[in-house]
């Protein structure tokens, strides 16, 4: 799946609006808002504010996005990595993790395969290569927590998912 990379805090809320399930009907529903209203807010319009860190935040979390968290990391140089939560993990988990840090190394790779295609590489080039890069460098650092998280060490009597 190729994500873009989003710019600016307007475009962070459209995006969560329009990955919020059912849209932004059911997204303005939520947040207890007119669908008016809402519009206003994401696109800063009639004078509203924008959403707040909350209101995206409640949006994503519904809707499994991170966006918002996204777009902060990226500001400073940096990637979002979502702590995985040791009771839901089992091998299986590791697996898919693995598989989908796999895919995203894979895309950085094409990408960079695809720029150097005429000999050099250009500032949008540069740019995906670089997003693409993030994205695989946080797949990574959660897969790696996820094992650490599953294989760690428990004191006796603490449960782990088999």
Not at 40 to 46: K, L, M, P
Not at 79 to 105: G, H, Q, S, W
Not at 132 to 141: E, L
């Amino acid at each position: 799946m190729k994500r873009t990379v989003l710019e600016s805090r307007r475009q962070v809320m459209s995006a969560v609006v329009c990955d919020y399930p059912g849209g932004r009907e059911c997204a303005a529903a939520r947040l207890g808002l007119p669908i008016k209203k809402l519009d206003n807010h994401v696109y800063e319009s009639a004078g509203s504010r924008p959403l707040s860190d909350d209101q995206l935040h409640q949006l994503e979390q519904e809707a499994g996005t991170t966006h918002f968290p996204d777009y902060v990391a990226a500001l400073y140089g940096g990637v979002f990595v979502p702590v995985a939560n040791p009771d839901e993990l089992d091998n299986i988990e590791l697996y898919e993790r693995c598989m989908k840090t796999a895919v995203k190394r894979g895309a950085v790779d094409k990408i960079i395969a695809g720029a150097l295609a005429n000999g050099e590489i250009d500032e949008g080039e540069a740019k995906a290569i670089l997003d693409a890069h993030r994205q695989h460098m946080a797949a990574r650092h959660s897969e790696v927590h996820a094992v650490i998280l599953l294989h760690r060490s428990r004191k006796p009597g603490q449960n782990r998912k088999k």
